[in-house]
């Protein structure tokens, strides 16, 4: 019996200082598993593959940068109910673009909502397609928020990847997002509530891309409201054309089909052909599918520097008198419904298809200049 006790008590002893170095060794688990789950999260996780010496010595003829912003709200239904994310079914299309220019380079940069494994690790809330020939060159995860600038991170990405040589290629910028704010900005990324986004913004990616001498030959913006005095004149140094909706644009939705062969698009080198062309083409997919007002224009940039100068002034007083109203006192409205704007050179220098609503007060509406402003409401 004093046997059996004495085991029986250093049974407890032993289970005992088991148990006490279990709870700490858990909590040293933990920490090794964050440790190591975060420097995987912070190591530049990138698949690439090999340039084939044809692909490495020459630049290509098309160069094409398309950012898709993801971080909000982008889900949406069809027709037959199901789930959709907007910015998942672009990337889709520019894969396919990239895939179909044979010619071309092309860098794609997802951004996405910010997310955590684990529910307290970060993971990368960025990633870059880069292709080149037709070709997925390399694939690369990144932080959005590392740098001063708005596109720091994508900048960096793009200068590491993209092809030197000459001649310069044909430039071609895409941005798929929501509205683009012309002051303010805070709170356009859904994961960085207090980081600002603004066209002036945009207008320092697009100098970076073009690298400070030359000009973007098309810029597309899919997004509402984007065809705006303040809009067009901030990109004017960069662009030599822009396609861009200046009314509200369903789901932010150009479609990109007519990008996929440059090779034939472009072939006889007319860039304002192309540029209607392609805006025929979404305005003609996007009267189809929406009810809604539907206004697509092409802006010429150099010509239309006249109507910029002539309202330059009116509207940045407008937009200085609109960031102090509350939202309920103002709303958008065709620049040609206002009197100051309604210059003889408004229509200098822009094609417009506009389609009005199918319903509501601006049903019977039957033009749009093609110029989006503010209204102070009484």
């Keep these: 019996m004093r046997a059996f006790g004495m085991k029986s008590s250093l049974n407890r002893f032993f289970a005992g200082v088991t148990h006490a170095h279990r709870v700490p060794m858990m909590g040293v688990a933990c920490v090794a598993l964050a440790l190591f789950l975060s420097s995987c999260g912070s190591a530049p996780p990138a698949r690439r593959a090999a340039l084939t010496e044809g692909e490495g010595g020459t630049r290509p003829r098309y160069s094409i940068v398309c950012v898709i912003h993801g971080d909000g709200n982008y889900l949406y239904h069809d027709s037959r109910g199901d789930k959709h994310r907007a910015d998942e079914v672009t990337l889709a299309e520019a894969k396919t673009v990239a895939e179909r220019n044979t010619q071309a380079e092309m860098f794609i940069f997802h951004e996405r909502r910010r997310r955590h494994l684990l529910l307290f690790v970060p993971r990368r809330d960025g990633t870059l397609y880069y292709y080149r020939y037709g070709r997925l060159i390399a694939e690369e995860s990144y932080w959005r928020d590392r740098g001063q600038s708005r596109f720091d991170p994508e900048m960096e990405l793009y200068d590491r990847y993209r092809a030197e040589g000459s001649p310069e290629p044909v430039r071609l910028f895409l941005y798929f997002g929501h509205e683009i704010p012309e002051f303010g900005g805070a709170g356009y990324d859904a994961s960085y509530k207090k980081r600002t986004f603004t066209v002036d913004d945009l207008a320092d ?27 067009i004149s901030a990109l004017a ?137 503010w209204k102070l409401l009484e």
């Design 205 to 231: 990616g697009l100098r970076r891309v073009a690298r400070d001498s030359t000009r973007i030959d098309l810029v597309v913006l899919s997004s509402c409201f984007s065809g705006t005095p303040r809009t």
């Design 237 to 373: 140094p960069r662009a030599r054309y822009v396609v861009a909706s200046p009314d509200n644009l369903h789901l932010s939705y150009f479609d990109c089909g007519p990008l996929e062969r440059l090779d034939i698009g472009l072939r006889e080198g007319d860039m304002f052909g192309f540029a209607n062309a392609f805006a025929r083409h979404a305005f003609d997919r996007l009267t189809e599918d929406v009810q809604t007002a539907v206004t697509v224009a092409v802006y010429d940039v150099d010509r239309v520097q006249g109507f910029l100068r002539s309202t330059g002034g009116i509207y940045d007083r407008a937009l200085a008198a609109v960031e102090k109203k509350a939202p309920a006192s103002v709303e958008r409205c065709d620049c040609a419904e206002d009197a100051a704007y309604a210059l003889p050179g408004i229509n200098e220098g822009i094609t417009v298809l506009y389609r009005p609503p199918r319903f509501g007060r601006l049903k019977h509406k039957e033009s749009h200049s093609g110029w989006e402003c």
